[in-house]
């Protein structure tokens, strides 16, 4: 592996540590740090350091991929989290883990993240092929010879998803009510007693107004036409406004209506700067309106409290992605694996528990329920996911398979990327909302990130289906 240190990539390593400096001395500087053993934050400052270094290599390749954002979520949940709350003896949900145990959750971690590397590095270099035909060469061949222009399918949709979202917005705002929908408090609204149905209903109709704005946006490049932006830009804004929906659909969302308004943004390493200032900042503000009205919420204390509150926020249950690797080992010793139960869960997760009676809860959930916990909305991030359903031996073989698999998706969305971007392909709304949304997919639980996800993926397929790419010789 090569790592080139640009200088934009030094000023991203410098803020990094700065930002765990500060972090620092305002979370542990004035209090006794936490006596541990000396391999505790051995470890803990290996896996920092190889997750900056993997960080930085991914950022000498892509302004920004899915990879990158795995290696941005390992530093801020897993080092600067974990590391924060063991020198403070503080972990969510749970009493402070022993020395060994700690060691064995970084251990596990250092396991996960250089064969999840390894997978992206092969990702690279091991071509897809069906019998003798290989498919990466074929694509790329057709793509160079071919005077590639873009994919034009998404202009015959524009009209009738800018219909289709107003319709959404209008309906939500008659059930809901216009201000309900602005407050997450108050916005729920549920189309069916069945619980998967309602959620598939709720984000297929959330991921058609979402591409209905996509496509406009992807329109108005092309031909300067403002109704379309205008119209689907409101029905987006109004129907899940940032303050009155979950976090990770809202990631999704305006990560990938920002990537689709600014293309430049696939040359601009700066990318991380705004990411991580709206993961740091913007979203621990949106707590505020998760019971109330926003009517009800102050908006100016809310971000003093965000501002006082930024060093204990690593305290935070929102940051217990660490401390819930360490308790899945400890439910490995209690309990034993699941034997892959919890993974066909996931996959499966369409079936009604009514035809299915015993089919798998969130992971994360299991394992407080296990323990007796009266709160149960918990994480359950993607190593410990697989440490549940296969054990150790199983962890790894599936960090190599995702780290393959994720590796050949920004490929693919990379592959295409030319000199002009502006060049539209079938596959960049997609991926768009792909960047904002994995961060909370790989914190977990798999079970409802997935299910929230298929809906979105299932409708993309939809509008792309039989509409391939074309080239000026096609035109």
């Known amino acids: 592996m090569s790592l080139y240190i640009t200088k934009k990539n030094f000023i991203a390593a ?98 996960w993240s250089i064969l999840f590397r390894f997978g992206v590095y092969k990702a690279a ?6 019998g003798k035909k290989n498919i990466e060469k074929t694509l790329k061949k ?7 222009t873009g994919w034009t ?15 959404i917005t209008v309906y939500r705002v008659v059930n809901i009510g216009f201000i309900n929908l602005l407050a997450r408090g108050t916005s729920s609204f549920s189309v069916s007693e069945n619980s998967s149905i309602s959620v598939f209903v709720e984000k297929t109709a959330m991921a058609l107004v979402y591409f209905a704005f996509i496509y406009a946006v992807f329109k108005w490049e092309d031909e300067k036409k403002p109704l379309p932006i205008i119209v689907t830009g409101f029905c987006l804004l109004l129907s899940y406004f940032p303050t009155s929906t979950a976090r990770n659909a809202i990631a999704g969302l305006y990560f990938g209506a920002l990537l689709a308004m600014f293309p430049k943004m696939k040359k601009n390493k700066w990318f991380i700067s705004l990411y991580l200032l709206i993961f740091m900042i913007a979203f621990p503000m949106l707590n505020a309106f998760r019971t109330v009205s926003i009517l009800d919420v102050n908006l100016g204390q809310v971000v003093v409290n965000v501002l006082e509150n930024f060093s204990s926020g690593w305290l935070a249950v929102d940051y217990d992605a660490y401390s819930m690797v360490a308790l899945s080992l400890t439910f490995l010793k209690d309990h034993g694996i699941t ?42 991030p993607l190593p410990a996911e697989m440490l549940v359903n296969f054990g150790i ?61 298929v809906p979105l993926v299932l409708v993309w397929l939809v509008l792309t289906w039989n509409h391939r790419e074309i080239s000026e010789s096609d035109r």
């Open 14 to 111: 410098v803020v990094t540590c700065i930002t765990f400096v500060i972090v620092y001395v305002l979370t542990v500087g004035a209090q006794n740090v936490a006596a541990h053993d000396f391999f505790v934050y051995f470890t803990f400052g290996l896996n920092g350091v190889l997750w900056l270094v993997f960080l930085l290599n991914e950022l000498n390749k892509h302004a920004f991929s899915l990879v990158l954002v795995h290696w941005l979520f390992c530093i801020f949940f897993f080092f600067f989290a974990g590391i924060i709350q063991t020198l403070n003896n503080d972990y969510p949900w749970v009493d402070p883990y022993s020395d060994a145990t700690l060691v064995a959750t970084n251990l596990i971690l250092l396991l």
């Open 125 to 130: 270099t091991i071509q897809l092929t069906i």
């Open 142 to 148: 057709q793509f160079e010879e071919r005077n590639f």
């Open 153 to 167: 399918g998404y202009k015959s949709k524009v009209n009738i998803l800018m219909i289709i979202a107003v319709f």
């Open 339 to 380: 034997m892959g139960m919890q993974l066909v869960g996931v996959i499966l997760f369409f079936v009604p528990r009514s035809i299915w009676p015993t089919k798998p809860i969130g992971t994360g959930t299991m394992i407080a329920e296990y323990y007796g916990w009266w709160f149960t909305n918990v994480s359950e």
């Open 393 to 453: 031996v199983g962890m790894a073989v599936c960090a190599i398979l995702i780290g393959f698999l994720l590796g050949k998706i920004d490929l693919y969305f990379w592959r295409n990327i030319s000199d002009n971007p502006r060049m539209i392909h079938r596959f960049d709304a997609l991926y768009y909302y792909m960047v904002g949304y994995f961060l909370f997919l790989y914190r977990g639980s798999l079970l409802s990130c997935f299910a929230y996800l």
